[in-house]
């Protein structure tokens, strides 16, 4: 089946680690992107890629890092630096600035 | 940056009844726009895409209206169901920026 799979779906992670969410598609899209929500509230971007090997900041890109070594796979870490980094994550892929299809996302908790 | 807003950021309405959900943006040089429905925990579940070349597009009792010039959008729901309670949320594309979403409870 096509589609986007982000996982895992629950990740704990202690104070002062990294951790990398995942993300993967199969539907040869080649824009991706990385979504925050936070509780109540809308989808804030973090990252974007529109090809292989090219990323670019969205609004709160601060404390978290990317990497788009291949076009299906766009993997998000969340560094030591963001200060608050509980949250929902969402991956969504698109062909280039036409409908957009995203993955279950991840629930990322600090312990 | 585009900037997007909706209106109501929260709507509770009877079952039956038919409802608007607003969605205006800054930058009136899109590409296409889509709205998206939620459900709680879940991910996003895509709605309609009205490309920049249209004024509507339609799927079952969903309407949803596009005028550039303007800013906005408009997502009409026809004989609302108490499955139709989540966050409705619209997404603009260049870069695909959202609103805050909508959260609409259709009571039985």
């Known amino acids: 089946d096509g589609g986007i799979t982000q996982s895992p779906k629950y990740l704990f992670r202690k104070e002062g680690q990294n951790v990398t969410l995942s993300c993967e598609q199969n539907l040869n899209h080649d824009a991706m992107y990385w979504y925050r929500q936070d509780p109540g509230q809308g989808l804030r971007l973090i990252y974007y890629s529109q090809i292989v090997n090219d990323f670019q900041k969205g609004d709160i890109a601060e404390g978290y890092s990317v990497s788009r070594e291949k076009k299906e796979s766009f993997p998000l870490t969340v560094t030591s630096a963001q200060k608050n980094p509980t949250a929902f994550y969402l991956c969504a892929s698109s062909p280039l600035d036409t409908e957009a299809f995203f993955g279950q996302g991840t629930r990322l908790t600090v312990v | 940056k585009q900037e997007v807003t909706q209106i109501p950021a929260a709507l509770s309405v009877p079952e039956g009844e038919n409802l608007v959900l607003n969605c205006s943006f800054t930058d009136s040089a899109i590409y296409n726009l889509q709205w998206f429905r939620q459900d709680p925990g879940k991910g996003l579940t895509s709605l309609l895409l009205?490309?920049?070349?249209?004024r509507e597009q339609t799927s079952g009792r969903l309407n949803a209206s596009l005028d550039k010039s303007s800013g906005r959008s408009t997502l009409y729901i026809a004989a609302s169901q108490p499955g139709d309670s989540a966050t409705y949320l619209c997404?603009?594309?260049?870069?695909?920026?959202f609103g805050a979403g909508t959260r609409l409870t259709v009571k039985p």
């Open positions: 997404a603009v594309y260049n870069d695909m920026r």
């Open positions: 009205i490309q920049s070349s249209q």
